[in-house]
């Protein structure tokens, strides 16, 4: 394994630069898909070999549940290991599950006290609430997505503006942003390096969903000046993990590229661009992880499974 077991922990960096010219060059359906991608395999990258470093550098702790093959001299020459880096890996390790499953239970708890608050409501694809603070979110369900609106927000929007508010909302659903969400989230909590892309997937999806609205309605400016009116009246969202219409992501850019040409549609950048000299570092930095990764992997698969007795 060596030193390449090493690598997914700070090849994350290599997607820095896309993170930020992906968001400002690329359409956002290709923006998204392409960070989340990269972010997903560092993530579980990283994660894998957190897990090798533990096993492989505390393997002459006492207590350890490797077989006693594992401590032979022999073995211990073909898997060079480092125990500071072993034991510091034990709580590294906890520390990414816990606050991973701390986000996949804070996700589906939002999710399903969002849902139980509808119950009253008719069973409609829009729900909307009696309450004098703005606000719209897109809910997703197992067996009905919701569009979830205040009458304090619907009596700021003319007509025109209403109809790009409920399809920028079909969007998010249709598109199921959410789960990109959820992964750029759960990767930045795994490797604190991923950061910058989950900051971006959350402008990217936004943006996704304006584009896809201005495409519906056929007028760009409309979207761009609903946007803008949400923006100035909204508070936070009361659940913060799902998508809403004026949040997250910067609003005066958000309206800005609306109040422009669309972006072009190709599914991959020019080669000799900025944006595409990027792209290609973060897929070579992905690649490398996943490739670090499974060396390190079935290495010491190989060496444990031949130190261990029949």
């Known amino acids: 394994m060596g030193v390449f077991v090493f690598l997914p922990l700070i090849l994350p960096l290599t997607a820095w630069p896309v993170a ?7 359409h956002p359906r290709v923006a998204t898909r392409l960070l989340t991608a990269v972010a997903g395999v560092m993530a579980a990258c990283s994660t894998v070999c957190l897990g090798l470093l533990m096993v492989v550098g505390t393997a002459q702790l006492p207590g350890n549940p490797l077989p006693d093959g594992w401590s032979d001299p022999e073995v211990r020459e073909a898997v060079p290991y480092d125990e500071v880096a072993g034991k510091a890996a034990i709580p590294a390790l906890l520390a990414v599950a816990a606050v991973c499953a701390r986000t996949l239970w804070r996700h589906g708890r939002v999710r399903r006290r969002a849902h139980r608050a509808l119950t009253a409501l008719p069973e409609t694809e829009v729900a909307v609430l009696p309450d004098e603070m703005p606000y719209a979110y897109a809910l997703p369900g197992r067996s009905r997505d919701r569009i979830v609106v205040t009458t304090g927000l619907l009596d700021c929007l003319r007509p025109a503006e209403r109809r790009a508010l409920f399809a920028h909302e079909r969007a998010h659903l249709a598109e199921r942003h ?3 969400l959820l992964v750029t989230q759960l990767a930045a909590r795994a490797n604190p390096f991923l950061r910058p892309l989950r900051t971006a997937v959350s402008y990217t999806t936004e943006r996704w969903a304006d584009e896809e609205a201005a495409r519906v309605l056929g007028d760009r400016r409309t979207v761009a000046r609903a946007i803008g009116k949400a923006a100035l009246v909204s508070r936070d969202t009361p659940v913060p993990t799902l998508a809403g219409f004026a949040a997250p992501g910067p609003v005066p850019r958000r309206v800005a590229a609306l109040l422009g040409p669309a972006p072009a549609t190709r599914s991959w950048p020019p080669v000799f661009t900025a944006v595409g000299m990027a792209a290609w570092t973060a897929a070579a930095g992905a690649a490398m992880s996943a490739m670090s990764s499974a060396n390190s992997a079935v290495t010491m698969m190989a060496i ?7």
């Open 20 to 26: 930020r010219l992906a968001e400002q060059h690329l």
């Open 178 to 180: 959410h789960r990109f």
């Open 304 to 310: 444990l499974y031949a130190a261990t007795p029949l």
